[in-house]
């Protein structure tokens, strides 16, 4: 399988949307509420996503739950969204990205850029740009560029993920690639499991889906 790699990639989906540096506790807490309130003004929206990125898990895993109950449509928003997620790992968090991805009556756009934060919770080194989505019938590397990253803030939630949560993730992938009523959905899943089978952390993702299924 050919791969396209691009170093940093994360950093160039997002770079300027988000802010630099640790918040003090106050404006944390006002980015909570800015994320929640604001989503009229699109551009104050991002901004306050963005800054989450720099609050502590306590604040920002509240603000996110409530943000993937009704993700935004647009694609530089929700690919905020997902990024921004991906640097708390938190159990729960991973639930509502998997209730976005898997829910059929949403856009397929939405869907599909939803998968980065899933993404860097199998590997938080790897992330990827999804392109073409409104096209039909095209190849794996076609919809996805993949890529990585050597340094990845995260901090860990309330509710750690489980143990097997990155096999649990993959397998998840798997299901959508033989069930999605999708096709493009089902192509961008097929290749992702793929991708993170035949990776060095493969033996370790095949371990936990094991396990995952012998304790279900």
């Not at 990125?53 to 920002?60: F, G, I, L, R």
């Not at 640097?87 to 998968?115: E, G, I, K, Y």
Request: proline share 4%.
């Amino acid at each position: 399988m050919r791969i396209e790699r691009f170093a940093g990639l994360v950093i160039a989906l997002c770079l300027l949307l988000t802010t630099a540096g640790a918040q003090a506790p106050s404006k944390c807490r006002a980015a909570d509420r800015f994320a929640l309130a604001q989503r009229a003004n699109q551009s104050t929206h991002r901004r306050a996503l963005g800054n989450l990125q720099s609050c502590s898990a306590s604040v920002a895993t509240p603000a996110l739950l409530i943000e993937w109950q009704t993700p935004p449509a647009d694609a530089i928003t929700i690919q905020l969204l997902a990024k921004t997620t991906g640097q708390f790992r938190d159990q729960r968090l991973v639930d509502a990205v998997m209730r976005t991805v898997a829910n059929a009556n949403l856009p397929r756009d939405v869907r599909v850029r939803s998968l980065n934060a899933l993404i860097s919770y199998i590997d938080q080194h790897s992330a990827a740009i999804f392109r073409r989505l409104d096209e039909d019938g095209l190849s794996g590397p076609a919809y996805v560029l993949l890529g990585s990253v050597d340094h990845v803030p995260t901090e860990i939630g309330a509710i750690p993920f489980r143990a097997s949560a990155a096999g649990e993730i993959v397998e998840f992938l798997a299901t959508l690639h033989a069930k999605d009523k999708d096709t493009t959905v089902r192509t961008v899943a097929g290749y992702l499991v793929e991708y993170f089978r035949t990776t060095p952390s493969a033996a370790r993702l095949r371990k936990e889906s094991k396990s995952h299924r012998k304790n279900h």
